[in-house]
């Protein structure tokens, strides 16, 4: 696989993109990377193989995670690749940025445009998931517009209950499944947990 891995400090955040997505997510993983690398934090991004299939994704993100070779490593997903955290490595600190964690019907309208790219198997993994089974504290952040974010969020709020005390949602207003519009708050929120669930003693 090929990693990009940026050096800022003894410890690393993997980042593990959308279904739809690649390893800049048109520019807010950059964008992120750049605010962790502020924030002494090395970064280590890739893309997921094609077609996207839930147990190949989750073996790749194990992977990278093996070749950060950092002290010290977290996890930042968004979307799909939140799912992907969620599966390979509960036991790391995790940024989940649009989660899907609870089991979510998506109309064909929205389905439709991905169904060339993306195999029905794995499309048809939303409508069965369950509520993720974290070891640690994790930080939930969600977007309050539009209805597939709207309904994420729903999932995620009933799902809270399930996870690891500390574990803290942020919901950022305005902001629909991309999180594009409030996505300083997202670099600002994501170095802010990294930098003290990473911190070396």
């Given at each position: ?123 048809a993994l939303f409508a ?74």
């Open positions: 696989m090929d990693f990009d891995f940026h050096r800022a400090g003894p410890s690393c955040v993997v980042l593990a993109h959308g279904l739809t997505g690649d390893r800049s997510m048109g520019g807010r993983f950059d964008r992120l990377r750049a605010g962790l690398h502020a924030a002494g934090l090395s970064s280590l991004a890739f893309d997921f193989s094609r077609p996207p299939r839930l147990e190949a994704h989750v073996a790749e993100l194990r992977e990278a995670v093996s070749a950060c070779g950092c002290e010290r490593a977290g996890l930042f997903g968004q979307s799909w690749g939140a799912l992907v955290c969620m599966q390979a490595r509960p036991d790391l600190p995790m940024v989940l940025a649009a989660p899907p964690t609870g089991p979510i019907d998506y109309p064909e309208e929205l389905l439709r445009p991905l169904r060339e790219a993306v195999p029905d198997e794995t499309l069965r998931l369950q509520p993720p089974r974290l070891q640690r504290p994790a930080l939930l952040v969600h977007g309050d517009a539009g209805w597939e974010e709207q309904t994420l969020l729903a999932r995620t709020r009933a799902a809270l209950g399930s996870m690891p005390a500390g574990t803290r949602l942020e919901v950022l207003q305005g902001a629909d499944h991309s999180l594009r519009a409030r996505y300083d708050d997202v670099i600002r929120l994501t170095a802010e947990f990294f930098s003290a669930e990473l911190r070396l003693e």
